[in-house]
T-cell receptor, first 116, second 113 residues
Framework: AQKVTQAQTEISVVEKEDVTLDCVYE???????LFWYKQPPSGELVFLIR??????QNEISGRYSWNFQKSTSSFNFTITASQVVDSAVYFC?????????????FGQGTRLTINP | NAGVTQTPKFRVLKTGQSMTLLCAQD?????MYWYRQDPGMGLRLIHY???????AKGEVPDGYNVSRLKKQNFLLGLESAAPSQTSVYFC????????????FGAGTRLSVL
């Protein structure tokens, strides 16, 4: 299986620090999509961003930014000036064709704790 | 706007008991999925459906069955629960192509004793 790897199992920082969550993926596909999801303590999975493999422009949304580098198969997520509400488990995922259908391959998740 | 709704939210079973998890979506999505989430393993695909009346096996289908009799509903069944099926189960739906976002339900926490 072509994996998605989030090497950081847990990260703990103090509020207002910047933090980067790493994501590295494997794929044989030329076209694919990358995603980040947030799972807050309440448990639901919340979609954050989708990136097309042909679009390597970085994206910024408020305090969140994403750095996609196809050459290193990485799609890292940075939170600037972190806040306690950012505490959650974050999942990186990649689309994959599976038996003719589309599915997501998830990384193991990174548990981010923002301390006041 | 309900999105994806899962019932029940919590359940405790004894080994050998059976149960059905219900997933309902109101977005008219073609694709529906069942995942399980275990510590340190991310989400793994159990079964999926590409449309009403169709189902297919995912990565970890053993011990589970599914049905998609109506487009908006996707049922996950455990015929004889085992402790290894203790997990958090998530249902998701999407329009179907690679670019489409999967929208998730709130999850069902299942414990098998």
């Amino acid at each position: 299986a072509q994996k998605v790897t989030q090497a950081q199992t847990e990260i703990s920082v103090v509020e207002k620090e910047d933090v980067t969550l790493d994501c590295v993926y494997e794929t044989r596909d030329t076209t694919y999509y990358l995603f980040w999801y947030k799972q807050p303590p309440s448990g639901e999975l919340v979609f954050l961003i989708r990136r097309n493999s042909f679009d390597e422009q970085n994206e910024i949304s408020g305090r969140y930014s994403w750095n996609f580098q196809k050459s290193t198969s990485s799609f890292n997520f940075t939170i600037t000036a972190s806040q306690v509400v950012d505490s959650a488990v974050y999942f990186c995922a990649r689309s994959e064709t599976f038996q003719g259908a589309q599915k997501l391959v998830f990384g193991q998740g990174t548990r981010l704790t923002i301390n006041p | 706007n309900a999105g994806v709704t899962q019932t029940p939210k919590f359940r405790v079973l004894k080994t050998g008991q059976s149960m059905t998890l219900l997933c309902a979506q109101d977005m008219n999505h073609e694709y529906m999925y069942w995942y399980r989430q275990d510590p340190g393993m991310g989400l793994r695909l159990i079964h999926y459906s590409v449309g009403e009346g169709t189902t297919a096996k995912g990565e970890v289908p053993d011990g589970y069955n599914v049905s998609r009799l109506k487009k908006q509903n996707f049922l996950l069944g455990l015929e004889s629960a085992a402790p290894s099926q203790t997990s958090v189960y998530f249902c998701a739906s999407s329009l179907g192509t690679a670019k489409n976002i999967q929208y998730f339900g709130a999850g069902t926490r299942l414990s098998v004793l």
